[in-house]
């Protein structure tokens, strides 16, 4: 069983950057498809970013494009979102998940989740 573990997060001021980690257990990681996504008080998941598992190809919410880059280190069984560039429209609490089937940008296309990292942006 893939386990999915979410650090990094924090409270922060618009413009400044964080980088959350989501460290995974077993073997498959690096056969596997990863996403962030995230999730406002009151609001439902959304979509953040995936990373594809053979290509490394990458694909972003309109969002966060141009300032969140999603990474991968598969011999550290480790994804990262390197978060630049905050807005306090980024709070969220933010997951990994692993990508099981269907369209990318679905929380039900995902069948593992981690725990969540919080993550405030203050003005």
């Known amino acids: 069983q893939v386990q999915l573990v979410e650090s990094g997060g924090g409270l922060v001021q618009t413009g400044d950057s964080l980088r959350l980690s989501c460290a995974a257990s077993?073997?498959?990681?690096?056969?596997?498809?990863m996403g962030w996504f995230r999730q406002a008080p009151g609001k439902e998941r959304e979509f953040v970013a995936v990373?594809?598992?053979?290509?490394?190809?990458?694909d972003y919410a309109d969002s966060v494009r141009g300032r969140f880059t999603i990474s991968r280190d598969n011999a550290k069984n480790t994804l990262y979102l390197q978060m630049d560039s905050l807005k306090p429209e980024d709070t969220a609490v933010y997951y990994c998940a692993r990508y099981d089937s269907g369209t990318y940008f679905y929380a039900a296309s995902y069948d593992r989740w981690g725990r969540g990292t919080q993550v405030t942006v203050s003005s």
């Open positions: 990373i594809r598992q053979i290509s490394a190809s990458t």
């Open positions: 077993g073997r498959t990681f690096s056969q596997s498809t």
